[in-house]
């Protein structure tokens, strides 16, 4: 029997509501948390536990049809990748941030500053429009440090609570984009699969509207 390929966050903030929307699809996964692979027992889907910074090229090449993902990380890495669905959690910003102590004024700011992120795609594509030339440090996690440790005058990551920036003495002083979760589609996607994915975004719509 086919199934369709679905990838999930394999741990962090979107893997536990990735799993709750299925859940309210009625759709049952067997699980072994340690398992990086799943199949359901009612619906012809077997899940993929991925890290999320790898899930756009598994789209692309067709290793899986599907994927739960923040639109953040399609912006930056799958661009060419199509939404299907707005999920509607998991919301968040992708901002430029500074020390506290700095005044600010504008974008121009940035010009030959030093940036730490993980996101260096959506920064040069930002700063470009705005005609800044800054210097990008590209890190993976523990962004919000860089400017602390002396390795960065600035950084830009994702903004949800808020938290992380006010624990770093840093304050948010552009947002370059908005981002909530989303069911993104593999461009190989067969005729076969297509069929299956629609079953699942007929029961991801009627999940969204009752939760509204
Ligand atoms: C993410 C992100 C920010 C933080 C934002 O980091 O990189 O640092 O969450 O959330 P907040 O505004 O609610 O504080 P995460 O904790 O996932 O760890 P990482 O940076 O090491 O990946
Ligand atoms: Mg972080």
Do not use: W
């Amino acid at each position: 029997m086919t199934k369709i390929r679905i990838a999930i966050q394999k741990s962090g903030r979107l893997n536990e509501d990735s799993l709750q929307i299925l859940k309210d699809c009625g759709i049952s996964i067997d699980n072994g948390k340690d398992q990086l692979k799943a199949s359901s027992r009612n619906f012809p889907m077997e899940v993929f536990y991925l890290r999320n910074g790898d899930i756009p090229q598994y789209l692309r090449d067709g290793v899986v049809d599907v994927a739960i993902i923040g639109e953040n990380v399609l912006i930056e890495k799958g661009a060419d990748i199509s939404i299907a669905e707005k999920l509607g959690f998991s919301k968040c910003k992708v901002s430029l941030a500074v020390p506290k102590s700095v005044k600010y004024k504008s974008v121009q700011d940035f010009e030959g500053k030093r940036i730490a992120t993980s996101y260096p795609n959506t920064v040069t594509n930002y700063l470009k429009k705005k005609g800044v030339r800054a210097d990008l440090h590209i890190i993976n996690g523990s962004v919000e440090i860089a400017p602390n440790i002396g390795l960065a005058d600035a950084i830009c990551d994702i903004v949800s609570s808020g938290s992380t920036l006010f624990k770093n003495n840093l304050k948010e002083v552009e947002v370059m984009l908005t981002s909530e979760a989303v069911l993104a589609v593999s461009p190989q996607i067969s005729e076969e699969r297509k069929a299956l994915l629609k079953r699942l975004q007929f029961r991801i719509q009627s999940v969204l509207r009752a939760r509204k």
